[in-house]
């Protein structure tokens, strides 16, 4: 799992309204920290895990091809627990077989 750019949060115990302004802008125009990128298991492997603390039980985890040859593979999630979830997919022989995720939940 590679994280993407982090962008800025709120203190746990609150911010002035400069930063929380800033903070709602930024998720108005798309700049949440729920994205990553996750590439499958190779040499025949049929799930992939993929482990992030942002991952819950109940989350809903959405992907898309960030290769061609990524295309051709249908993903899903076959289990998830807090933390990570298992990717099931056709025998993998072929690298560079990635996606890029959302967290949502």
Known sequence: MTRSVQF???PV????????????R???DGKTNNTGTVTLATGGATTTTLNDGRIGKESLLFF???TSISLLNAVYVSSQTQGS??????????ANKS?????VG
Do not use: C, K, Q, W
């Open 26 to 28: 930024g998720i108005m």
């Open 99 to 103: 996606y890029g995720y959302i967290v």
């Open 8 to 10: 800025r949060t709120l």
């Open 85 to 94: 979830a298992t990717l099931s997919h056709a025998a993998n022989t072929t």
């Open 64 to 66: 898309t091809p960030t």
């Open 13 to 24: 115990f609150g911010a002035d309204e400069r930063e929380v302004s800033e903070v709602v």
